[in-house]
């Protein structure tokens, strides 16, 4: 199986400091949705890996959150494709769970549901946590320069760019992940 992992907020859809809480504020970053159809018409098996401590912080609910992520399935379905799997952690920053990134429970969820090892598998995202994460499970990193990645790759040390691919957005992200299969 070829796996694929994506954050949201950022990499799919335009990001909020405000948080996105209902599916009339998520927006889809241009050539995201066509980008997600390319993966899923290629063989790729797609998951999404999101913190929404916006649950904890009571400003929407997991319903709120279910019609966001139905809204961003139906727009790839539209377009061809499908997303696989969608795990996401609601705890507040502070309650130390193990599934808020950059901590691996999430990667660790995904792993065990499809039966794949996580060595080399492309995650895409915006953050400093993202890259922590993928790493931390032997993913390979991509970061991307839309929603925090350009703020993100700014404040990266040397160490931190090492082995790291960096793209302007999904759609070149998808590019790299194709070219390299």
Request: proline content about 5%.
């Amino acid at each position: 199986m070829k796996l694929v992992i994506l954050d949201r907020d950022g990499v799919i859809n335009e990001d909020s400091d405000d948080y996105i809480k209902s599916d009339e504020e998520w927006i889809p970053i241009p050539g995201s949705i066509e980008a997600i159809s390319d993966l899923s018409n290629n063989g790729f098996t797609v998951v999404i890996a999101t913190n929404q401590s916006g649950i904890a912080r009571q400003l929407f609910d997991e319903y709120a959150l279910a019609k966001i992520h139905q809204k961003m399935c139906s727009l790839v379905e539209e377009s061809g494709g499908v997303i696989d799997g969608i795990f996401f952690c609601p705890h507040a920053p502070n309650a130390n769970c193990n599934c808020r990134k950059p901590k691996t429970g999430l990667l660790t969820a995904i792993s065990e549901e499809f039966g794949v090892p996580l060595n080399q598998t492309p995650f895409v995202g915006d953050s400093l946590k993202d890259i922590e994460a993928a790493r931390a499970v032997l993913c390979r990193p991509i970061l991307v320069k839309t929603g925090k990645g350009r703020k993100t790759l700014a404040g990266l040390n040397e160490d931190q760019l090492k082995n790291l691919t960096v793209v302007p957005d999904l759609k070149h992200a998808v590019s790299v992940i194709l070219e390299s299969q």
